[in-house]
């Protein structure tokens, strides 16, 4: 039996079958990728500039964060399920981070630093 299992190779993405292998045959979790992407942008945006669009994109995207509503399949919790992220511990990071960031009214905003964005194949 040794034998005959020594004889097959097998590559650590076979065995190991990295979750982002999903996102590439599936446009639907890229687009939940992105789209959480783009709440926490906005999320972020708020706290560091100013203006009423700034501002109010930076609610709705708080709002959609921290709300536990999962009957919508581009809910927070349910991007979550998908990518096999935890809210409860991506919550209490956006919350840190908005205790330790200045308001929007400073008058130096930090730079926000996006994701790297990939292109689809």
Known sequence: MHELLSSISILPDQF???RTSLANRCPEVELMRAVLADALLCF???RVRQGRRVQRLAREAEEGLFSADARWPFSFVSIDAVLGLEPA???????????GQPNAEAKKPPRVVSAPRRLAA
């Open 16 to 18: 190991y079958s990295p």
């Open 44 to 46: 972020q945006k708020g």
């Open 89 to 99: 511990y991506l919550r209490r990071g956006l919350r840190r981070w908005r205790q």
